[in-house]
């Protein structure tokens, strides 16, 4: 992800957590329109990585991202919680999948984002959004983790269970 795209994505102006009622619903309303705004720069780009929606009052968020790697992609589904401390902390996002896999995740298929992008939120809040939390956490945690899962044969490519195991003779 280049700073240009990043600088692309609308910054949030309302402070508000899920128990802020109204100003929530217009928090809301700024998260859509940068994760739809991050979609579009995206798709524009030939790059469309990720899907994700979210659950009625928006505290609950599931998607699917994706990842190339050895010309082959590899699809996850993801998933998080608004904390109530939000915007001010962010969020928790899990691969449950990939739990164990790794050193650079936490119990319950969280990811590790604590070195480099916690940092980065903080210095950031309120103004970043969950479009940020996938375009700076989930997505250079998968650029990172991913090449490095698959040469050491901790995931593989669906299709390779497909393939049939060569005949011998």
């Known amino acids: 992800m280049d700073k240009?795209?990043?600088q692309r994505i609308p910054l949030c102006t309302v402070r508000a957590c899920p128990r802020d009622g109204e100003q929530w619903v217009n928090r809301l309303k700024e998260e859509y329109n940068a994760l739809i705004q991050f979609i579009r720069i995206n798709q524009e780009n030939a790059n469309d990585w990720f899907t994700v929606q979210s659950n009625r009052q928006g505290t609950?968020?599931?998607g699917k991202c994706s990842f190339v790697c050895n010309m082959l992609r590899y699809e996850f589904d993801y998933n998080f919680?608004?904390?109530a401390t939000y915007p001010a902390v962010s969020p928790d996002i899990c691969i449950p999948e990939l739990e164990g896999k790794t050193?650079?995740?936490?119990r319950g298929g969280k990811i590790c984002l604590?070195?480099?992008f916690k940092p980065l939120w903080a210095r950031n809040a309120p103004r970043f959004g969950l479009a940020h939390a996938i375009a700076l956490g989930l997505g250079p945690w998968l650029a990172t983790e991913i090449p490095h899962l698959v040469d050491a044969g901790m995931i593989t490519h669906p299709s390779a269970a497909a393939d049939p195991a060569p005949?011998?003779?």
């Not at 050193?103 to 936490?106: A, G, I, R, S």
């Open 4 to 6: 240009g795209t990043i």
């Open 60 to 62: 609950k968020w599931s």
């Open 81 to 83: 919680e608004i904390p």
């Open 103 to 106: 050193v650079k995740m936490y």
């Open 114 to 116: 604590t070195s480099h």
């Open 167 to 169: 005949a011998t003779s």
